[in-house]
């Protein structure tokens, strides 16, 4: 029978929440690495009992570990992400240079094709790969080389290069976004990198036609459409549908459009998910009443849904890799709140229910679907 | 015999609660220390210094006799008392963040 397994990263720890696929009764188990920050954790699309996890503390830094029975038992693989070359500077929140400098791995995104392939967005902004499973990783120095790297700059949540999206259809085209740089793609796999930021428009950036700088909180793609993507911005929720070429945004009747967490309908690829949080200085829903908004037209109209949701007294936050979809026949919705609940869905968003609420803060949902 | 106390996340990776005894060859140092650390759990390196140019972590700091001996010289000689077992070494997560 299918099943889906919900990865989930915390403040303090990681946890793994398993169901049938009828989605009704969950299994918790963890913590595992109790006390670290967990960023994120993927499976293997080719081998979803190969799992990868970003494990991390300002004290003792990073490290990454490594799966291959689903999650059952874990083993550190390598550590080490050394920039290439001379990594120069950035600018800082002030302006000044500021050099480059390894924080942590924010997210990971395990090839499409090899279990042993897998790319990682780092703080401070760059791209990692491995090919050996995670042993050894090099920079794709590409991206943070290209002419605009050195006057990006941090926004409030550090550096960080945070959306990885391979392109189902060509595997050599990528795109990422990084905070506050904006989203930039490669068509070479790598090697050479654009922005892709034109029709993005940012409070405090005075050149309307600005190539970076722009806040961007996520991106998202459905894969019968790798040239349509999806974005949350620091404010604004925005399309493309010439792979970043040019952005329209979709806001449209949305009750406020900042946000991080954006994502798509496993079967309809204009089925568009986001939860509106109120302003960049609240990061709490609207009215104290956690709503998760729906577009079924590929954005601009957007419909609240709230059964299940708490609709009073909550001020919680959805962070940016908290969201995820699963492919069975009634695609599933799961997401987790700075409060330590995990939401699902077992009906597109219609209804949902809190299969865990009193987790370390999340940071991060991913979910898979198992045969 | 050299006895080391590691703070919890540390304890947490290399899967011991207890303090470590560790056969330290040469010169006992932190430096030699560490060394034979991560030599016995691969899974520590990069924790508590740069793998590559050895320096310390910034919120890591190493006690030994009650002693901050964090900035001493990473060869220098650590205490009678640590060579000889009588106190451990301690690593140490900084306090900081309330």
Redesign the interface.
């Known amino acids: 029978m299918s099943g889906v397994r919900v990865l989930v990263g915390t403040r303090k720890g990681a946890f793994i929440l398993r169901s049938d696929g009828l989605r009704k009764n969950w299994d918790v188990s963890g913590p595992f690495f109790g006390g670290w920050e967990m960023y994120h954790l993927k499976g293997s699309p080719v081998d979803p009992d190969r799992i990868y996890a970003s494990q991390a503390t300002s004290w003792f830094g990073q490290l990454i570990q490594r799966s291959n029975d689903g999650g059952e038992t874990w083993e550190p693989v390598g550590n080490q992400f050394n920039y290439d070359g001379v990594p120069g500077t950035h600018q800082w929140y002030d302006g000044t240079p500021h050099p480059w400098e390894f924080e942590r791995v924010w997210h990971l995104e395990p090839s499409l094709t090899d279990p042993d392939t897998v790319l990682a967005g780092v703080e401070d902004a760059a791209l990692f790969q491995t090919t050996d499973g995670g042993v050894s990783w090099s920079e794709l120095s590409g991206l943070r080389n290209q002419d605009s790297g050195s006057s990006w700059q941090p926004g409030a949540g550090g550096m960080c290069l945070h959306s990885i999206i391979v392109s189902p259809k060509d595997p050599d085209r990528i795109f990422v976004a990084i905070s506050s740089a904006g989203a930039f793609r490669t068509d070479d796999g790598g090697k050479s990198w654009r922005p892709i930021n034109k029709g993005l428009h940012s409070e405090g950036i005075p050149d309307e036609d600005a190539e970076v700088g722009h806040c961007v909180h996520h991106i998202t793609m459905h894969p019968s459409k790798p040239d349509t993507l999806f974005m949350q911005k620091h404010w604004d929720v925005m399309r493309t549908d010439n792979a970043g070429d040019s952005w329209v945004e979709v806001s449209g009747n949305l009750p406020t459009d900042f946000g991080f967490a954006i994502d798509v309908h496993a079967h309809e690829p204009e089925t568009v998910y986001v939860v509106p949080i109120k302003s960049d200085s609240e990061h709490y829903p609207l009215d104290g009443q956690l709503r998760v908004y729906r577009s079924r037209s590929g954005g601009n109209e957007w419909e609240p849904l709230t059964k299940g949701l708490p609709q009073s007294n909550c001020y919680v936050d959805v962070l940016r890799d908290a969201m995820s979809v699963d492919t069975l026949e009634s695609c599933g919705l799961y997401f987790g709140t700075t409060g330590g609940q995990v939401y699902a869905s077992n009906d597109e968003g219609d209804s949902w229910e809190a299969i865990v609420r009193d987790l370390p803060a999340v940071l991060s949902v991913e979910v898979q679907t198992l045969a | 015999m050299i006895r080391v106390v590691l ?4 304890k ?2 290399v899967n011991e609660n207890r303090e470590i005894e560790l056969e330290v060859a040469g010169v006992i140092s932190q430096r030699s220390v560490i060394d034979a650390l991560e030599n016995r759990y ?2 520590l ?4 210094r740069d ?2 140019t050895k320096k310390r ?1 910034p ?2 700091r190493f006690f030994a006799c009650e002693e901050d001996i964090s900035h001493d010289d990473p060869e220098a000689p650590l205490p009678e008392a640590v060579v000889g077992g009588d106190e451990p070494f301690f690593v140490i ?2 306090m ?1 963040g309330g």
């Open positions: 703070p919890a996340h540390l947490t990776l691969p899974v390196l990069g924790t508590i793998p590559t972590r919120f890591v997560g900084a900081a």
